[in-house]
């Protein structure tokens, strides 16, 4: 089975801080995403990428970056982490485009 | 317009009954359509694929109607373990997957 892995499962940040949540995968895939889950907003597309190196804005990209410099590993950074930016944070990755895609088990940050 | 709509509910039903979900998309192009489920306070995980021709899976079963533009999910002989919120997730050329909100689930004892 394909595991994504996300490197912590709840965080507490204070505002200001940068923040960096890493994801990796194990199963070779191409394509890498970040989303966050709010309460009745369903899931939000912040990032993704479809290749090493590549990088595309997805529906809410303000107030985060992101950096793939090996195939496995997909980090997002909070450049100034923000209480608005408190949430759960899902990282996915799909072997293509047409596939479906296996998410970690989360990151809840919390910003105070 | 919304890309993806589902009703939140909640659904509350008991156990062994038959209860069905819509979702309906606003692209006419779209190519793939999956139902993904996710329990509480976890991560969503993939429950099925929807082929156009309608598929099953045990007490599962996903029916796509392009002309009308919405999926369904029928869920036969409920349980308790079947209690959780169900995302309808459309693909549309080479994007990202287009998650709708979740219905949610609850099947009582």
């Known amino acids: 089975d394909v595991k994504v892995t996300q490197s912590s499962r709840y965080l507490v940040k204070r505002t200001g801080e940068k923040v960096f949540l890493e994801c990796v995968q194990d199963m070779d895939h191409e394509n890498m995403f970040w989303y966050r889950q709010d309460p009745g907003l369903g899931l939000r597309l912040i990032y993704f990428s479809y290749d090493v190196k590549m990088k595309e804005k997805g529906d809410i990209p303000e107030g985060y970056s992101v950096s793939r410099e090996k195939k496995e590993r997909f980090s997002l950074i909070l450049e100034s982490a923000s209480t608005n930016q408190t949430s759960m944070y899902l990282c996915?990755?799909?072997?293509?485009?047409?596939?479906?895609?296996?998410f970690g088990s989360g990151t809840r940050l919390t910003v105070v | 317009r919304k890309e993806v709509e589902q009703d939140p509910g909640p659904f509350n039903v008991p156990e062994g009954a038959t209860v069905a979900f819509n979702c309906t998309y606003s692209?006419?192009?779209?190519?793939?359509f999956f139902w993904y489920r996710q329990d509480c306070r976890k991560e969503p995980k993939l429950l099925m694929s929807?082929?156009?021709s309608g598929n099953e899976d045990g007490r599962f079963t996903a029916q796509l109607n392009r002309a009308s533009q919405y999926i369904s999910l029928l869920i036969r002989d409920s349980k308790l373990s079947d209690s959780a919120t169900y995302l309808c997730v459309v693909l549309s050329g080479n994007t990202p997957l287009v998650f709708g909100k979740g219905t949610r689930l609850s099947v009582i004892a």
């Open positions: 692209n006419s192009a779209s190519q793939s």
């Open positions: 996915a990755s799909s072997l293509n485009a047409g596939s479906g895609y296996t």
């Open positions: 929807v082929y156009s």
